[in-house]
C-alpha cells in the first residue's frame, strides 16, 4: 500500500499543473491569449525562487521536464521537449507531436534538442549539468497556488500581463457558472472528485488538479464534512471501495483511469448510493484531468458546466 501511495504521490506531483493543447481545445481558440509583439528581443532577467536568471525575451525552444506544459502551450511559447505525463495527455497530443519526450536524466537528448530554455520542479535531477545547456528556472511545487503559478510562469514567458488576463476572465466565467450550478442543484449539496489508481481508490481537497480548484475554490460548491476532514492534511485521501460510499457527495466526479481496476463501479455499494441511483456521477478521462494548467481548467469547466446544467 505504501508503494502505491508513493507512486501515485509521484504522479500527482508530476502531473500537476500541467494540461492539453492546440486544436484539440476548442477553449483555448475562445480564450487564447494575445501574444504582445513588443520586448520580444533579447533577453530578460526573471527573478526565480532562487534568484535572478537571465531567459530569452520571446523563447522558441523550450523543454518542460515536469508539470507545466499546459501553461507554456497556453501562451503559444513553443515546446521541444517535455515530460512523459504531458506527451501522454490526448488533449496535448496535436501540439506536441513534435516534441521529444524527455526526462531529467536524458542530457544529451536535451543538449540535441537546442532548447533557449529549461523549466522544471526544485527537485529536478541534474540541475546543474541543465543549467549548463539553457536557462533552466524551477519552480516549488504546491509553492504558489494554481491561478498565481501561471502568471509567475506568464512573467518568466515574458507574458505576465497576457497571463493575468486570462486568470482575471476565468475566475470571472468559473464563478458564474459557480452561480448557475448552485441555483440548478442546490446551495447545500455536496460535490465529491474520486479517482482510481492501479487498485486503490482515492477523494481530493480542494487543490489537487482534476477540476477541485474549480469546484471548491471558484464555483464554491460544498464538498462533504468527511472529505473535507479527511484531505485536510495531504490534500488527498486513499481509500477502500467498502468505504467509499461513505466519501461520495450528492454528486461526484470520477476521474477514471480505463487501464485500472473499476470493479467497485460494478458493486452493490457503490451503485446504491444517492448519487449512482440519481445519474449523479459524472465520468472523465483521468488523463486528461489529472492538471490544472489553463488549459486544463477551460477544458474541467467546460466540464462541469456541461454536467451539472444538463
Request: aromatic share 10%.
Given at each position: 500500500?505504501?508503494?502505491?501511495?508513493?507512486?501515485?504521490?509521484?504522479?500527482?506531483?508530476?502531473?500537476?499543473?500541467?494540461?492539453?493543447?492546440?486544436?484539440?481545445?476548442?477553449?483555448?481558440?475562445?480564450?487564447?491569449?494575445?501574444?504582445?509583439?513588443?520586448?520580444?528581443?533579447?533577453?530578460?532577467?526573471?527573478?526565480?525562487?532562487?534568484?535572478?536568471?537571465?531567459?530569452?525575451?520571446?523563447?522558441?525552444?523550450?523543454?518542460?521536464?515536469?508539470?507545466?506544459?499546459?501553461?507554456?502551450?497556453?501562451?503559444?511559447?513553443?515546446?521541444?521537449?517535455?515530460?512523459?505525463?504531458?506527451?501522454?495527455?490526448?488533449?496535448?497530443?496535436?501540439?506536441?507531436?513534435?516534441?521529444?519526450?524527455?526526462?531529467?536524466?536524458?542530457?544529451?537528448?536535451?543538449?540535441?534538442?537546442?532548447?533557449?530554455?529549461?523549466?522544471?520542479?526544485?527537485?529536478?535531477?541534474?540541475?546543474?549539468?541543465?543549467?549548463?545547456?539553457?536557462?533552466?528556472?524551477?519552480?516549488?511545487?504546491?509553492?504558489?497556488?494554481?491561478?498565481?503559478?501561471?502568471?509567475?510562469?506568464?512573467?518568466?514567458?515574458?507574458?505576465?500581463?497576457?497571463?493575468?488576463?486570462?486568470?482575471?476572465?476565468?475566475?470571472?466565467?468559473?464563478?458564474?457558472?459557480?452561480?448557475?450550478?448552485?441555483?440548478?442543484?442546490?446551495?447545500?449539496?455536496?460535490?465529491?472528485?474520486?479517482?482510481?489508481?492501479?487498485?486503490?481508490?482515492?477523494?481530493?481537497?480542494?487543490?489537487?488538479?482534476?477540476?477541485?480548484?474549480?469546484?471548491?475554490?471558484?464555483?464554491?460548491?460544498?464538498?462533504?464534512?468527511?472529505?473535507?476532514?479527511?484531505?485536510?492534511?495531504?490534500?488527498?485521501?486513499?481509500?477502500?471501495?467498502?468505504?467509499?460510499?461513505?466519501?461520495?457527495?450528492?454528486?461526484?466526479?470520477?476521474?477514471?483511469?480505463?487501464?485500472?481496476?473499476?470493479?467497485?463501479?460494478?458493486?452493490?455499494?457503490?451503485?446504491?448510493?444517492?448519487?449512482?441511483?440519481?445519474?449523479?456521477?459524472?465520468?472523465a478521462n483521468a488523463d486528461e484531468f489529472y492538471f490544472n494548467d489553463p488549459l486544463s481548467l477551460d477544458y474541467q469547466l467546460e466540464f462541469f458546466k456541461e454536467n451539472f446544467l444538463k
Amino acid at each position: 500500500m505504501k508503494k502505491l501511495t508513493l507512486v501515485f504521490t509521484l504522479l500527482l506531483v508530476l502531473v500537476l499543473g500541467a494540461c492539453s493543447s492546440g486544436s484539440n481545445d476548442s477553449s483555448k481558440k475562445e480564450k487564447e491569449p494575445v501574444k504582445s509583439e513588443e520586448n520580444k528581443t533579447g533577453t530578460i532577467t526573471y527573478e526565480s525562487e532562487n534568484g535572478p536568471v537571465e531567459v530569452p525575451a520571446d523563447p522558441k525552444r523550450v523543454v518542460v521536464l515536469s508539470g507545466f506544459a499546459g501553461h507554456v502551450m497556453a501562451l503559444d511559447v513553443p515546446i521541444v521537449g517535455v515530460d512523459s505525463w504531458s506527451k501522454d495527455n490526448p488533449r496535448f497530443q496535436d501540439t506536441l507531436k513534435d516534441a521529444q519526450e524527455v526526462t531529467d536524466e536524458d542530457l544529451e537528448k536535451i543538449l540535441e534538442l537546442e532548447p533557449d530554455l529549461i523549466i522544471g520542479y526544485s527537485t529536478t535531477n541534474n540541475l546543474d549539468r541543465l543549467k549548463e545547456i539553457a536557462p533552466t528556472v524551477t519552480y516549488t511545487y504546491n509553492k504558489l497556488d494554481y491561478l498565481a503559478q501561471f502568471e509567475e510562469i506568464g512573467k518568466l514567458l515574458n507574458q505576465e500581463q497576457e497571463a493575468k488576463d486570462w486568470v482575471a476572465d476565468f475566475k470571472d466565467r468559473a464563478h458564474k457558472a459557480g452561480e448557475e450550478v448552485k441555483a440548478k442543484i442546490g446551495e447545500d449539496k455536496t460535490v465529491s472528485v474520486i479517482e482510481n489508481f492501479e487498485k486503490q481508490l482515492y477523494v481530493f481537497g480542494d487543490s489537487w488538479g482534476r477540476g477541485t480548484e474549480i469546484l471548491y475554490q471558484e464555483m464554491k460548491l460544498k464538498m462533504p464534512e468527511k472529505v473535507k476532514a479527511d484531505t485536510e492534511k495531504e490534500g488527498y485521501f486513499d481509500l477502500s471501495a467498502e468505504v467509499l460510499p461513505e466519501y461520495m457527495g450528492d454528486y461526484v466526479i470520477l476521474s477514471k483511469n480505463g487501464a485500472a481496476d473499476n470493479s467497485f463501479m460494478e458493486t452493490e455499494s457503490f451503485k446504491n448510493t444517492e448519487a449512482a441511483k440519481n445519474g449523479h456521477v459524472f465520468v472523465a478521462n483521468a488523463d486528461e484531468f489529472y492538471f490544472n494548467d489553463p488549459l486544463s481548467l477551460d477544458y474541467q469547466l467546460e466540464f462541469f458546466k456541461e454536467n451539472f446544467l444538463k
